[in-house]
């Protein structure tokens, strides 16, 4: 039996720096009613505020790749989540719109560079054949944290205030920094409790010698050009994803008159799916690859399939009233369209290992711009229409354009990483 000790703590800190990731970002919309209350925003303003994220977050997405890839990803996410904690607590103490805009466009800074430097973290310590669980498990607890956000967020504002619970939370997330910054380093040979047989399951290019670093610069052109397909199959997933982690809670509040905790416990059992979906994705994924080896089948087919799957359990929401059958249809097109995030996470991995986290802040880039985009849409249907539902017709039109990007990708050609930056693509290793 392999000792895996060093291996399974760094995916403890990453499971659970997932989780915080998506606590601190979605708990605005659990306390939504009580700020825009307070405040006195309109439904168009609060779709405002909660895309002021986004801008943020799709600027720092490449940025905060190319410092992973360049510094590694211990002292990136040390400097992201410092940055996450202070605007969770700052969000305690908004008075204005302007002021809610701005702490959660700095939220954005923050949080920006964290799910590029965790895919570095990844393919530093997880041989190839593993990504696809460690990827799909780590996602995983982001949608546990969506799930458990809205109780939690909840309790907080029951017992305490909507303002209290932010800084309740920003304190909890600070207990992680401490975790990550004694217990993770950028390379498995630079800790100290790694075994042989750990390394020996790495491939010898990621288990390299402590305080290597990446000098080479960054072919952009054919980075772009490589992972433009990807990023624009993410957009048409985070166009859906965006609906969900801004307005899930409202919708259950609202469209049927719920209370807040009513409200919370429907919001959370639909993202309860996103936590099985997760996983299942890259377990699916791996088990694809390992039986075919083909890239194309376990990430662009995979992709695709769960996308129509989404899409078609999306159109009960649109065409009925009926709250069992709205609930279940919702929970099940998140549970597939979260399938697809294992999958798409591997393409950078698969496609320019050696600029991995540049390239995952690419394709995260594409889900940001339609965080911008999206929230502050559903909030102008919405009070244009009256239809708590209307917005859902444009997540399925995009999921089936997704579907068919999704074979754009061809995550079995590599990008050439030889120091002449030769032009051709080479084929991605097989198991």
């Given at each position: 039996?392999?000792?895996?000790?060093?291996?399974?703590?760094?995916?403890?800190?990453?499971?659970?720096?997932?989780?915080?990731?998506?606590?601190?970002?979605?708990?605005?919309?659990?306390?939504?009613?009580?700020?825009?209350?307070?405040?006195?925003?309109?439904?168009?303003?609060?779709?405002?505020?909660?895309?002021?994220?986004a801008y943020s977050y799709l600027v720092t997405q490449i940025i905060g790749g190319v410092i992973a890839d360049k510094f590694g990803p211990r002292w990136t996410l040390i400097g992201c989540v410092a940055i996450w904690i202070v605007t969770t607590i700052a969000t305690g103490f908004?008075?204005?719109?302007?002021?809610?805009?701005?702490?959660?466009?700095?939220?954005?800074?923050?949080?920006?560079?964290?799910?590029?430097?965790?895919?570095?973290?990844?393919?530093?310590?997880?041989?190839?054949?593993?990504?696809?669980?460690?990827?799909?498990?780590?996602?995983?607890?982001?949608?546990?944290?969506?799930?458990?956000?809205?109780?939690?967020?909840?309790?907080?504002?029951?017992?305490?205030?909507?303002?209290?619970?932010?800084?309740?939370?920003?304190?909890?997330?600070?207990?992680?920094?401490?975790?990550?910054?004694?217990?993770?380093?950028?390379?498995?040979?630079?800790?100290?409790?790694?075994?042989?047989?750990?390394?020996?399951?790495?491939?010898?290019?990621?288990?390299?010698?402590?305080?290597?670093?990446?000098?080479?610069?960054?072919?952009?052109?054919?980075?772009?050009?490589?992972?433009?397909?990807?990023?624009?199959?993410?957009?048409?997933?985070?166009?859906?994803?965006?609906?969900?982690?801004?307005?899930?809670?409202?919708?259950?509040?609202?469209?049927?008159?719920?209370?807040?905790?009513?409200?919370?416990?429907?919001?959370?059992?639909?993202?309860?799916?996103?936590?099985?979906?997760?996983?299942?994705?890259?377990?699916?994924?791996?088990?694809?690859?390992?039986?075919?080896?083909?890239?194309?089948?376990?990430?662009?087919?995979?992709?695709?399939?769960?996308?129509?799957?989404?899409?078609?359990?999306?159109?009960?929401?649109?065409?009925?009233?009926?709250?069992?059958?709205?609930?279940?249809?919702?929970?099940a097109a998140f549970f597939f369209i979260e399938m697809s995030i294992a999958p798409i996470w591997l393409v950078p991995m698969d496609v320019?290992?050696?600029?991995?986290?540049?390239?995952?802040?690419?394709?995260?880039?594409?889900?940001?711009?339609?965080?911008?985009?999206?929230?502050?849409?559903?909030?102008?249907?919405?009070?244009?229409?009256?239809?708590?539902?209307?917005?859902?017709?444009?997540?399925?039109?995009?999921?089936?354009?997704?579907?068919?990007?999704?074979?754009?990708?061809?995550?079995?050609?590599?990008?050439?990483?030889?120091?002449?930056?030769?032009?051709?693509?080479?084929?991605?290793?097989?198991?």
């Open positions: 039996m392999l000792r895996l000790r060093a291996t399974t703590r760094v995916f403890a800190l990453l499971c659970g720096l997932s989780f915080l990731l998506y606590l601190d970002r979605v708990n605005l919309s659990t306390a939504a009613p009580f700020v825009q209350k307070e405040l006195g925003l309109s439904n168009t303003e609060l779709g405002i505020a909660f895309s002021a994220f908004v008075g204005s719109l302007a002021s809610l805009f701005a702490v959660r466009l700095a939220l954005g800074i923050g949080e920006g560079a964290a799910l590029p430097a965790a895919a570095r973290a990844i393919i530093n310590w997880f041989p190839v054949d593993k990504r696809g669980l460690a990827q799909g498990v780590t996602h995983s607890f982001s949608r546990f944290g969506n799930a458990v956000a809205p109780p939690i967020i909840a309790a907080l504002i029951t017992v305490t205030s909507w303002r209290a619970s932010f800084i309740i939370v920003g304190i909890g997330t600070a207990v992680w920094l401490v975790f990550w910054y004694g217990g993770f380093r950028d390379h498995p040979r630079e800790d100290r409790a790694i075994t042989k047989a750990e390394l020996d399951r790495l491939p010898p290019e990621t288990a390299v010698a402590p305080g290597s670093t990446r000098r080479d610069p960054i072919p952009w052109r054919r980075l772009l050009k490589r992972i433009a397909p990807s990023a624009a199959v993410y957009f048409c997933y985070g166009w859906t994803g965006w609906l969900y982690f801004t307005w899930l809670p409202s919708f259950f509040l609202h469209a049927y008159n719920y209370n807040l905790k009513s409200s919370a416990v429907f919001a959370s059992g639909v993202f309860f799916a996103g936590v099985a979906g997760d996983a299942l994705g890259g377990i699916v994924a791996d088990r694809i690859f390992r039986r075919t080896g083909s890239l194309t089948k376990s990430r662009s087919a995979l992709i695709a399939a769960t996308f129509v799957a989404s899409a078609v359990c999306l159109i009960p929401v649109v065409v009925s009233d009926n709250l069992p059958v709205m609930t279940l249809a919702l929970s320019a290992p050696a600029y991995a986290g540049t390239a995952s802040g690419i394709i995260n880039a594409g889900a940001a711009v339609a965080g911008i985009a999206s929230p502050i849409l559903f909030g102008l249907i919405i009070d244009r229409t009256g239809s708590w539902t209307a917005p859902f017709v444009g997540s399925v039109v995009l999921l089936l354009v997704g579907a068919a990007l999704a074979f754009t990708i061809r995550p079995e050609l590599q990008l050439a990483a030889d120091g002449d930056m030769a032009e051709d693509a080479v084929p991605a290793a097989a198991p």
